[in-house]
């Protein structure tokens, strides 16, 4: 079997590694990863006895990808509190829990009553076909301004840091896309697929969905894991400046003057940065890459001693919707999520910070930015007290934003790699930006990869 280099050693990158790995053994396979430990966003700090998540929190069970590898690499997931599923929003100047489920969110008191019967009026409202369509157009078209306002952009901050009056809706959430596509409204669409549901007696869900599970070292176990497995394979501080190609060759050149050569090539870095390593041999699909933008975000830790709070804590977290101007995105009360992440007697809680709302509070210094997430936690949660531990990580570009037109552009270069056999792209920037959709995506292209080669 012949030689295979990936570029990039975070989630993607590695798990591709370890499916080549598994399916062929006698595979020729290479990772090479910039820093100096590979993991990319996936980070675990483990001090004065708090878990910390610098990036990644965990991973929903509604998709198999990370469940079916945890299993693989005889990892048991940890399954998220019972306890801590209440989950909040802030609008209106004060914390309103959300509904867990959409008879919920119509029977109580969350919307306003006209609200609600917008909600029901959405059966009637006739369906639209635009080829794509922002994720604010698309919510308040079919549900109505304050369904989009309470809940939708919220939840988008939360997934993707992002602006839903740019984002769009056929690539960030293309399940809801399609329920009108196929089915003509949403209300509609869900009454089929729970029928569907109960003629194939599997559970179908057109949203996130599932139950949150992380590992109990936390998300970099994961990592570790397979850094073990795959040994030498992982190249570290050995960031790539370009490729070329020579005949039937790829011909990786890293910073240090290094040079590989690989029948198959598989980046799996950030766009921004496929894009600088492209640049040279394919401009066309280099200029692609680098219309994806990455707003910055820091994560902004703090613990507490439980003693000094004098306001529950005791659930998941709160989103901020974005009517509101706050200064902050949202807090995941990290400690009540999953237990052992705080020491006895204390809370650790992670704020998020920037994001496409506010990129320019993300960069702040870190007296500025812990005081400023200080003053936002009291104002929004009546927490008043001084941490005991602080941490803040930051990204100056964080989450990869899928704008309006993602899909058309992933058509376009799907159209340029077709000229460059051998060559793959894979990573979050493209079809999904959870670890489950990244660890599926490697387990697909390995299946891909391996069937090419052998016309290669």
Not at 197 to 219: C, I, N, Q, T, Y
Request: aromatic residues 8%; charged residues 25%; proline residues 5%.
């Amino acid at each position: 079997m012949g030689k295979v280099v990936i570029i990039g050693g975070g989630i993607s990158g590695l798990s591709l590694a370890y499916y080549l790995l598994i399916k062929r053994s006698d595979m020729d396979i290479t990772v090479l990863e910039a820093g100096k430990r590979p993991g990319g966003k996936v980070w675990t700090e483990r001090a004065e006895g708090f878990i910390c998540e610098a990036g990644v929190n965990g991973f929903l069970d509604n998709k198999e990808g990370t469940i079916n590898l945890a299993r693989s690499l005889n990892l048991n997931p940890l399954r998220s509190s019972d306890s801590a599923r209440k989950r909040y929003v802030y609008i209106n100047g004060k914390l309103r829990l959300i509904p867990e489920t959409p008879q919920g969110i119509l029977l109580k008191n969350f919307l306003s009553p006209l609200a609600r019967v917008r909600m029901i009026g959405e059966y009637l409202v006739p369906p639209k076909h635009p080829d794509d369509e922002t994720i604010e157009s698309f919510v308040t078209r079919r549900v109505g301004r304050e369904f989009f306002e309470k809940l939708i952009d919220p939840m988008v901050t939360g997934i993707y840091a992002g602006d839903p009056s740019r984002l769009s809706i056929k690539s960030c959430f293309p399940k809801v896309y399609e329920l009108e596509k196929r089915f003509g409204g949403l209300i509609k669409g869900l009454i089929a697929m729970r029928k569907e549901s109960k003629r194939s007696g599997k559970r179908v869900e057109a949203g996130p969905g599932g139950v949150l599970h992380s590992f109990e070292r936390g998300m970099f176990s994961i990592i570790e894991t397979l850094r073990d497995i795959l040994g030498d394979r992982i190249k570290t501080d050995s960031p790539v400046k370009g490729i070329e190609k020579v005949g039937g060759i790829y011909r990786i050149h890293c910073r240090d003057g290094s040079v590989y050569e690989s029948e198959v090539t598989v980046i799996a870095t950030p766009a921004h940065d496929a894009s600088e390593i492209l640049k040279d041999m394919a401009p066309a699909l280099s200029g692609l890459l680098k219309e994806i933008p990455y707003p910055p975000i820091s994560v902004v830790a703090l613990g507490f001693k439980k003693s000094e709070i004098k306001v529950e804590t005791d659930y998941f977290g709160f989103l901020v919707a974005g009517k509101e101007k706050r200064k902050i995105l949202g807090c995941l009360f990290d400690s009540s999520i999953f237990p052992g992440r705080a020491p006895e007697g204390h809370i650790l809680l992670r704020c998020m910070v920037g994001g496409a709302r506010a990129p320019e509070l993300a960069m702040m210094d870190d007296k500025g930015l812990i005081s400023m997430v200080l003053e936002e936690l009291e104002g929004i949660t009546g927490i008043k007290a001084g941490p005991v531990f602080t941490r803040i990580f930051r990204y100056e570009k964080a989450i990869p934003q899928y704008i309006l037109g993602h899909a058309k552009r992933l058509e376009e270069m799907e159209g340029i790699l077709t000229k460059f056999k051998g060559l793959y792209l894979t990573g979050n920037a493209y079809r999904g930006v959870a670890m489950n959709d990244c660890i599926q995506n490697s387990a697909f292209l390995s299946e891909r990869i391996i069937t090419e080669m052998r016309g290669i």
